[in-house]
């Protein structure tokens, strides 16, 4: 017996061993994504509505940090980003925002992840000919599409709606509107 | 990251962002709405195509035939409305009967900008624009409201000029006229305006250069309409564009009503000869010689600004028996700046002498032949006019020297010559009070016309009778004269 308890339980042990490697491994997948990130996207942004009418498309980019919540899904992050939004006379827009986010991810197990994200946050505009500065609040909701790529690199897709509010200004008519789109690069650290 | 870390952290930047909003909330009290400025206009740019402010003379263009059956062109057509560059196909005596009299003015611009002080262009208005208007007083560009234009705002600084790109210029009434076995025929002239083909001329390449930009260097590259330099003529010289007012209007004024004549020229083009007439703006300021085709420097124009609200107005009586032009011009100013010395500067420059006609490529024997024949017509020409009238050659000594102070002179006074910024038009026989709107505050020197204008001409030294009273000192609330009278400004 003792002979047989010796001889089975590695055997066990090692059972168990190679059961919980894959485990593991499954678990480490979904760890990757869910560690703290950080990194930056380019594309176009377009101004949307009546600014629209009176500034153009341009490229635009900014940087980013993500944290997990302790439930993996959801995500706590912090966006920065520049934008200058030029036009074929003297009008131009110089937007910076800077706004912390919730993101959501579907909760489905397939290679690409999908996320709901939505925040608040100021933004500082600047225009011209005026040559004004204001810090305004903002809203944003968007959407994005990321591809793990490896344990350290994640490439992505994001589109994202920003919402400039002046309206407890006096004399305001209108607030902004503002669509991101872009490429975006970030890494699990 | 275990879960305690993570919360005191994410509780740190949620207090950092709330914080943030708070305190944008509470700076944007008194701050200006960002959004809504990028959309607004505070610069509104008004066209008018008179030589008045407001209350412009009606249209007065007289009816081109003496009857019904057109049988003969009007004695007062033949004087006013045809320029003394017809010589071919005069209309004289019941000849070459066809013209018709112009409907429309239609007017292309390309852009504008405004030049500031330290002379850099500003692309306030950088969209191309088409206007078509009726030669009637029920248009707003004719009848002293004017028409606005597209543009976006500048930032506040001082501007001195406006740039207009004019592309186009047309009117419709252009006739060609063929020799034919009856005589001349006439068939409509057809020109593109806005993409589409219209029976119109376009004047406008005419303007380019004047006779004097010719006998010049910087004729070569001289440019008169592409840009058209306006300046801004204020009561300071210039004009301070501010944003703390809701709006300023800029007026810029071209001078049209009344003012349109017909020219000729000749035309060989697709081998077949032809005498073309076409309308343009008068030849009063830069005088247009027959065999001529530039029709330059009689372009003229006047652009002021001032912000409503911030204006006041001058009123008065023309007690005199004539219709007249009642104008404003800053006080102390000289008012021959704004009349002719004669009823035509070029014809009394002693050194306008005959210009040689210019070598071009004949596509036919006739066409070659009728070079030839101008050219030793030019010599005839310029043998009666060279030495009496112009010391050019003859001395040595002065060679060139009388040819160059004179033709300096007519520079001096055509170059120099300006259209009053606030004028109005009043006829006594219909009401004889008068009233100049929209007057930025400052002195102003008060003269009213002692003739009645004649179509097609400006007036001349001498025709302008001073207020006895000047300056009229004009605010907001009102306008004082030289001896405290605030209530009319009276011409006796």
């Known amino acids: 017996m003792n002979f047989n308890k010796r001889f089975y339980i590695p055997i066990i042990a090692a059972a168990v061993m190679i059961c919980q490697v894959s485990a593991f491994a499954y678990k480490e997948r979904k760890d990757y994504f869910a560690k703290p990130q950080i990194g930056g996207w380019f594309g176009p942004v377009t101004p949307l509505g009546l600014i629209g009418k009176k500034v153009e498309t341009n490229l635009g980019g900014g940087i980013f940090v993500r944290f997990t919540f302790p439930y993996q899904f959801l995500k706590f992050g912090i966006d920065s980003s520049y934008q200058q939004f030029k036009s074929k006379g003297v009008n131009e827009l110089q937007f910076i925002p800077v706004y912390g986010n919730v993101l959501f991810q579907l909760p489905i197990d397939i290679p690409v992840r999908f996320q709901f994200k939505a925040g608040a946050g100021v933004g500082w505009v600047y225009i011209k000919p005026d040559k004004l500065t204001n810090w305004d609040p903002i809203f944003m909701a968007g959407f994005e599409v990321s591809f793990p790529a490896g344990r350290l690199v994640n490439i992505g897709l994001r589109i994202d709606y920003i919402y400039i509010y002046e309206g407890y200004i006096k004399g305001s008519k209108n607030g902004g509107h503002i669509l991101n789109t872009g490429v975006q690069l970030y890494f699990n650290i | ?492």
């Open chain 2, 1 to 492: 990251m275990n879960g305690s870390k993570f919360n005191i952290l994410a509780q740190r930047v949620l207090a950092l962002i709330t914080a943030t909003i708070t305190m944008s909330l509470f700076s944007g009290c008194g701050n200006k709405p960002l959004l809504t400025e990028l959309e607004t206009n505070k610069l509104l740019i008004i066209i008018k195509g008179t030589y008045e402010s407001n209350s412009p003379q009606p249209w007065s263009l007289p009816a081109i035939c003496s009857d019904s059956a057109c049988s003969s062109y009007s004695a007062d057509h033949l004087n006013l409305v045809r320029d003394d560059n017809i010589k071919i196909c005069t209309g004289d005596n019941g000849t070459c009967l066809g013209d018709v009299n112009p409907t429309a003015f239609m007017l292309d611009i390309a852009e504008m900008k405004l030049v500031s002080k330290s002379l850099s262009h500003f692309k306030f208005s950088n969209n191309r624009q088409t206007f078509a208007f009726s030669l009637n007083d029920a248009e707003p560009f004719f009848n002293g409201f004017g028409t606005m234009m597209d543009n976006d705002d500048v930032p506040a600084d001082v501007y001195p000029a406006v740039l207009v790109y004019v592309r186009k210029m047309l009117m419709d009434g252009a006739i060609k006229f063929v020799p034919s076995g009856s005589g001349w025929s006439p068939s409509s002239v057809w020109d593109t305006f806005a993409e589409k083909a219209l029976p119109s001329f376009n004047f406008n390449q005419y303007q380019v250069s004047s006779h004097y930009d010719k006998l010049r260097l910087e004729g070569l590259y001289l440019n008169r309409v592409y840009p058209l330099i306006i300046p801004i003529r204020d009561y300071m010289e210039s004009w301070v564009f501010n944003k703390k007012f809701p709006y300023t209007v800029l007026e810029i004024r071209f001078v049209v009503k009344n003012f349109v004549k017909k020219y000729e020229y000749e035309n060989y083009e697709n081998n077949s000869y032809g005498v073309i007439h076409y309308y343009a703006f008068s030849d009063s300021l830069s005088d247009v010689d027959n065999d001529e085709t530039v029709i330059g420097g009689n372009l003229l124009t006047v652009a002021r600004t001032y912000t409503p609200g911030f204006v006041g107005e001058i009123r008065g009586a023309n007690n005199r028996a004539n219709a007249a032009h009642i104008i404003a011009i800053p006080a102390n100013e000289d008012p021959k700046k704004y009349t002719l010395s004669s009823a035509s500067v070029r014809k009394s420059n002693n050194c306008n002498i005959p210009q040689m006609p210019g070598e071009t490529y004949a596509s036919s024997i006739s066409h070659q032949l009728d070079i030839k024949l101008r050219t030793e017509k030019f010599k005839v020409d310029w043998n009666k006019k060279v030495p009496s009238s112009c010391m050019y050659l003859d001395n040595i000594d002065n060679a060139g020297k009388a040819y160059v102070q004179n033709w300096d002179s007519y520079a001096g006074e055509t170059e120099g010559f300006m259209i009053p910024t606030l004028a109005v038009f009043n006829n006594p026989a219909v009401s004889n009070s008068y009233i100049i709107e929209n007057v930025s505050p400052g002195s102003y020197d008060l003269y009213i016309s002692s003739v009645a204008p004649t179509y097609g001409q400006l007036y001349k030294d001498g025709e302008f009778i001073k207020y006895q009273y000047c300056p009229v000192t004009v605010t907001t609330t009102g306008f004082t004269d030289a001896i405290g009278n605030s209530s009319s400004i009276d011409f006796p």
